[in-house]
């Protein structure tokens, strides 16, 4: 006979493998979902500068040779 009919490799895996896979598409769902009901608080977002680059809030970092003439 060429071929046999025992399976090649660990068993268990066959099993765990995708129960293992399955909690990870649950798990990674369950926390998309919490993330998008969680509002953001515009309390905690007052007290820090908005970060855009080389403007910080208004102030122009560098000095004046560093920026080209409009």
Known sequence: MLAEASPVGD???L???PIVV????????TMTIRAAKRRARAD???DTLPHR???QGGV??????QR???
């Open 11 to 13: 068993t268990y895996l």
């Open 15 to 17: 099993i765990i493998g």
């Open 22 to 29: 399955a909690l990870a598409i649950v798990l990674w769902i």
């Open 44 to 46: 905690k977002a007052r």
């Open 53 to 55: 680059g080389p403007v």
């Open 60 to 65: 122009i970092e560098g000095s004046p040779s």
């Open 68 to 70: 080209r003439p409009s």
